[in-house]
């Protein structure tokens, strides 16, 4: 079984790059010894802080967060850090070389009921021509990440990782040490499980509801096959799944809050995703665009989200499409 850090180095990934996925692998060691430890630790519950998206803190989004600020912050590569839990990013060495935005604990409205959860990060380069420390640095588009991945904490922790040459899986050993336990993964171009929530059906457009719709009505309808659905509420959890035995997840935009494009987070959460996606032969999409094209304007902006098996996912864009 190969080492992370041999891995990536045999397979000639940038050296600095490797420095950094290991600091983040330092990071997520932490975070799943405070998981196991649980009700023990006396860190589940919630906080009585809000973060910027509205949503309650849980202690675990917390803890998680201050362990990455702090792991990463020691990392002079580190030009600065963005967190779903931060209303502003968190600026580094002044000369540092890679910036990292992260959800630190996604899915973590299931801690409390002991279901799986994840860590998600994306990796960026620091722009050479934007000096002045802001948000502006941050603002790329999905297609410049130099890698992206998640560390789903659940009956084993796995970390998934794309450095834009394919995506590997590691286990992480009781030794502390991540495992490579699947090397190149690839999506099944087609699928028989959607994961969508359902209980948000007469908020879609006509559109999504149209398509879900015959989804149902299996065999017998359009489709002509039966669907199983899945929801975790844990895109992490929900990703992995369709990139180990292919599938479709969605979070599309609803009427709730019509003036948002959707609930997920485009740079913590959509972008790093949809990297990971594509680089395992699959889409991802906000139903009518690539959504690794994105520009950009907020550091928190949302996006609608659907990705998966390519044949699914196209079949989905039909429906989508006034073509
Ligand atoms: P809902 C978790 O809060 C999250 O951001 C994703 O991980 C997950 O897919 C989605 O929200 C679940 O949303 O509305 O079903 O609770």
């Known amino acids: 079984m190969q080492l992370l850090s041999n891995y990536l180095k045999h397979h000639d990934t940038d050296l600095e790059l490797v420095e950094l996925i290991d600091t983040l692998m330092i990071a997520c060691k932490e975070i799943a010894l405070q998981l196991r430890e649980g009700a023990l630790a006396g860190i589940l519950g ?6 910027v998206q509205g949503e309650t803190q849980k202690k675990l989004d917390v803890i998680s967060n201050d362990v990455l600020k702090k792991v990463l912050l020691d990392n002079p ?5 963005a967190s779903e839990e931060e ?3 968190v600026f580094g060495n002044p000369n540092g ?3 990292v935005t ?6 973590s409205s299931n801690i409390d009921i002991n279901v799986s959860v994840g860590t998600i990060f994306s990796i960026l380069e620091a722009p050479k021509d934007v000096t002045e420390e802001g948000v502006e640095m941050f603002l790329q588009a999905g297609r410049k990440q130099v890698a992206s991945g998640y560390v789903l904490y659940g009956p084993s922790a796995v970390l998934a990782l794309t450095t834009g040459h394919g995506v590997n899986m590691f286990t992480l050993a009781h ?4 495992l490579l336990t699947r090397e190149n993964v690839r999506i099944p171009e087609e699928t028989k499980e959607f994961a969508i929530n359902m209980s948000n059906h007469r908020f879609w457009e006509p559109s999504m509801r149209n398509y879900v719709d015959d989804l149902l009505k299996g065999a017998e309808g359009p489709r002509g096959k039966n669907y199983n659905m899945r929801w975790i509420a844990s895109m992490v959890a929900e990703v992995h799944r369709v990139l180990t035995r292919g599938g479709i997840f969605t979070y599309p935009w609803d009427a709730r809050e019509p003036a948002k494009p959707g609930k997920l987070r485009l740079m913590y959460e959509g972008n790093p995703m949809s990297l990971l996606i594509e680089q395992a032969g699959g889409i991802s999409s906000t139903c009518y665009s690539d959504i ?6 907020h550091i928190h902006q949302r996006v609608s989200v659907a990705l998966g098996s390519r044949k699914e996912v196209e079949t989905l864009l039909q429906y989508h499409c006034d073509c």
Do not use: A, E, K, Y
């Not at 030794?175 to 991540?178: A, M």
């Not at 690794?292 to 304007?297: K, R, T």
């Open 102 to 107: 992260f959800d630190p604990l996604d899915g």
């Open 292 to 297: 690794l094209d994105i520009q950009p304007d």
């Open 87 to 89: 209303d502003d990013p």
């Open 175 to 178: 030794t502390g040490d991540f």
């Open 46 to 51: 919630t906080t009585s802080d809000t973060n």
């Open 77 to 81: 590569l580190v030009r600065g850090l």
């Open 97 to 99: 070389r890679f910036l």
